[in-house]
């Protein structure tokens, strides 16, 4: 685009008056017309007349016409510099963010649970598919539970004892604040084959029908075998238990339990059972409550067990002087 401000002016043009149109053709005739009509009326850029009339037939008074000159536009004054095109007008009003209307809020999004759900939902087993083992068989421990923490020193101390002393290992625990105590041992190998025959011929017999009840009654008879001591601080109670079951399944104990009449073949460990619920463990509460602290006795004992190829297990029970 050239600006006009830098072209040079347009000079006027008059027509002859004195042109002897009887010496012209049909088509200068019509051309010198033209020429004398134009010069009557003063020439308009295209498209202001049609401007012009659109404004007048609306009638909005904030719309100014410019006035037209001959040249259509004025020449630029010397020492005027021609301002860029892009800038704007000087009576345009800009047109702020803060007018423009506020976009509306987003739709909120519905969350589907039911893949959630689903993916909580336990799936069914598969046939021939074992179930998960939630407590461990050997000691009823809650395996959901957090592993055992590291053994303390005492406790380290003690089990060493036994181990070198061949003899059961004792551990005593305080529960409600110091107010029961109650004392656990470690049984031999044949006080636990007694156990295990004991509820074999219990399952031979129909007494015992599913792997789940089995696993109860040999984890309830160890807790009545293993449990030695249960008293209260205000000596409200004080039960001192045999610390083995027969001379013939631990012959260095001092004390044995004794029944008058018993089966041979089965033993007598359904006569302890009866004794201990009867005088010892009276309530559901003090049973679950003995019964949760013999699993974690005899997971300490296995956490101690493991230990055997740790080289610095006899150094860290070493006193340092």
Not at 251 to 259: A, D, I, L
Not at 286 to 295: L, N, V
Request: with cysteine; aromatic share 8%; charged share 30%.
């Amino acid at each position: 685009m050239v600006d006009d401000n830098y072209k040079a002016d347009s000079p006027d043009l008059e027509v002859n008056p004195s042109i002897d149109e009887s010496k012209l053709n049909d088509r200068e005739k019509e051309m010198l017309a033209h020429l004398r009509e134009s010069d009557a009326s003063p020439a308009q850029p295209p498209g202001l007349a049609e401007v012009e009339q659109e404004v007048a037939s609306a009638g909005d008074p904030s719309v100014t016409v410019m006035e037209s000159s001959d040249s259509g536009m004025e020449p630029a004054a010397s020492g005027k510099v021609a301002e860029p095109l892009a800038a704007p007008f000087p009576d345009t009003e800009k047109v702020s963010g803060s007018s423009l209307p506020e976009p509306p809020p987003p739709v909120p999004v519905m969350e589907d649970d039911t893949a959630d759900s689903e993916d909580l939902a336990e799936e069914p087993l598969a046939a021939g598919q074992d179930a998960p083992i939630d407590t461990c068989p050997h000691c009823n421990w809650d395996l959901s539970k957090q592993t055992i923490a590291e053994p303390e020193q005492d406790e380290k101390m003690g089990f060493l004892h036994s181990v070198l002393g061949q003899k059961p290992f004792i551990q005593q625990y305080e529960l409600f604040g110091g107010q029961v105590i109650v004392r656990f041992r470690t049984l031999t190998t044949k006080e636990m084959d007694v156990i295990y025959n004991f509820v074999f011929k219990q399952r031979e017999a129909g007494e015992i029908s599913t792997i789940q009840d089995y696993w109860e009654k040999v984890n309830r008879y160890r807790l009545y075998l293993q449990l030695t001591y249960l008293s209260a601080a205000d000596g409200s109670f004080t039960h001192t238990l045999p610390d083995s079951y027969s001379k013939e399944t631990n012959p260095h104990s001092e004390e044995f339990w004794h029944f008058p009449a018993y089966d041979p073949d089965l033993g007598y460990l359904d006569q302890i059972e009866e004794k201990i619920l009867k005088d010892v463990l009276r309530t559901e509460t003090i049973q679950r409550t003995i019964s949760t602290y013999c699993a974690r006795f005899n997971r300490l004992v296995s956490k101690l067990e493991v230990m055997i190829d740790n080289p610095d297990f006899w150094k860290e029970t070493e006193q340092q002087s």
